[in-house]
């Protein structure tokens, strides 16, 4: 598959997103999802209150997180940083608790810190880590905001701040260290989600109406342009920035998700997410010098989850797999350039070629009934058809008034019977009684006696067709004969 894909997408145009797995497990929403930065691990959390880790060589699920006294509640957020080469999973939860893993020598990640950062009550609705300095700025579902510092085995408050009765419609900027504040933009609509771009110091939101809007992090600078998905529900739908910026992924509530450039509003690609109903309101990327993946995760239906892979740079030696010569190459090129052809010329040459079909079709019907009525028919009848000489052999006998057949197996059963009919015979012609038998045992006696001295078995046979008298009624009479006497 990643051959055709990889030759299709060379020949025909740009790199486009392929659907390479679906995973399911999750028994609810799925609200977070989350690649590691080398692109090999996803993890997806949901109202089933787990995080499930899935190999992404293998597309398994390797791992299962979850709180055994049901702290968590559900999982509201997921991040990966690296730190040393070793992975980090930062966890959000609905019960107002930040939890932090580390993957271990084994491959399993083990726990960290399990901290409630906001009211139980009051859940985490978002977060970002800087890996640099292991800081995190989370926000909550009443309007507080809080940065946090990990250090060893702790997570330890800097400054928290409460935002009374606000709904969210403005770009807020403050001081990471004194929480004061720097900068404030009011927008003129509603912020649902929101996702940075800082390589490109852009901002994405949610507008919770006709689309997702850009603007940049710079004080003064107004609207970029909205990527229209429309909306007919006030519900959430995240964004994100894939491919280091290059592109925009958004989020929907009719199963699909949309991909956009940054110079154009139509969508460089829409990807479906199973019949179309689904609402995907979470995803994830992750980008490569390679390759590039998006995971798209639905609130409704079967709880799945979709992989997308994108190959962002096709070498030729990648295009072209070791075990696939230029011959072959040459080979796919020549048969799809014939179906081609076929295809557009196909009302010259299809109905000539129907037409021959069935001709065909009824000859071999009409050559098979002819060999059913042939396998019919016995050899004498088949060599009388084809003008040959009779078969002579053991099988055909001639007899003085008529030609019979005896086929061979007859034959060596009526060749032991000939033998008992010999002996009986003799044995009767010895007896005084032998008139008995009539004239006409009389008169073939000397026949008989020659027939029956060759072993063949004719003598009875003759005996047979001429009198009418059956093999077993002969011996039978000679033996009371001999009896008698």
Not at 205 to 219: E, I, K, R, S, V
Not at 341 to 348: M, P, R, W
Not at 461 to 485: I, S
Request: hydrophobic share 40%; glycine share 10%.
């Amino acid at each position: 598959m990643t051959f055709t894909t990889n030759f299709i997408d060379a020949v025909f145009g740009k790199p486009r997103y392929h659907p390479v797995a679906k995973l399911n497990g999750h028994g609810g929403a799925i609200n977070a999802l989350a690649f590691n930065k080398k692109g090999t691990i996803l993890a997806s959390g949901g109202d089933d209150k787990q995080v499930r880790l899935w190999d992404l060589s293998t597309n398994l699920n390797f791992q299962t997180l979850f709180e055994t006294h049901d702290w968590w509640g559900q999982i509201t957020r997921l991040e990966f940083t690296e730190s040393g080469g070793t992975d980090w999973l930062w966890i959000g939860t609905g019960r107002g608790r930040i939890a932090i893993f580390r993957r271990s020598q084994t491959s399993s990640f083990v726990e960290v810190v399990d901290r409630q950062v906001f009211g139980v009550g009051d859940s985490v609705e978002h977060f970002s880590v800087d890996p640099s300095t292991s800081r995190l700025a989370a926000t909550s579902h009443f309007g507080n905001i809080g940065i946090y510092q990990l250090k060893r085995a702790l997570l330890e408050m800097i400054w928290e701040k409460t935002v009374e009765k606000a709904i969210p419609r403005a770009i807020v900027t403050r001081d990471a260290e004194t929480s004061n504040l720097v900068h404030s933009k009011t927008l003129p609509t509603v912020i649902g989600s929101v996702a940075i771009c800082p390589s490109k110091k852009f901002v994405l939101m949610d507008n919770m109406a006709d689309g997702f809007d850009l603007y940049t992090t710079a004080a003064r600078t107004g609207l970029i342009r909205t990527f229209p998905v429309k909306s007919t529900q006030r519900f959430i739908r995240n964004g994100a920035f894939g491919e280091d910026g290059d592109i925009v992924v958004c989020g929907s509530l009719s199963g699909k998700a949309y991909i956009f450039e940054f110079d154009s509003t139509e969508p460089a690609q829409v990807l479906h997410h199973g019949g179309g109903n689904g609402m995907v309101q979470t995803l994830a990327v992750s980008s490569n010098s390679k390759e590039s993946w998006i995971a798209t995760g639905v609130l409704n239906g079967q709880f799945d989850i979709c992989i997308w892979r994108k190959q962002t740079q096709i070498p030729p030696a990648d295009l072209i797999p070791k075990d696939v010569g230029v011959s072959s190459l040459q080979l796919l090129i020549n048969i799809m350039l014939v179906l081609l052809v076929a295809t557009l010329t196909s009302e010259k040459w299809l109905p000539s070629t129907k037409e021959h079909i069935a001709i065909l079709t009824a000859q071999v019907t009409t050559n098979m009934q002819g060999i059913k009525i042939v396998e019919g028919l016995d050899d004498d009848t088949l060599r009388r058809l084809l003008g040959l000489e009779a078969k002579v052999g053991l099988d055909t006998i001639d007899y003085p008034h008529s030609h019979w057949k005896i086929s061979d197996e007859d034959l060596e059963r009526r060749y032991e019977s000939s033998k008992r009919f010999a002996q009986n015979y003799r044995s009767w012609d010895e007896n005084p009684k032998k008139r008995e038998m009539g004239p006409i045992v009389e008169g073939e006696k000397g026949e008989l006696d020659k027939m029956a001295g060759e072993g063949h078995g004719v003598g009875a046979e003759y005996r047979e067709r001429a009198t009418g008298e059956t093999l077993e009624a002969q011996v039978e009479e000679f033996l009371r004969v001999d009896y008698a006497a």
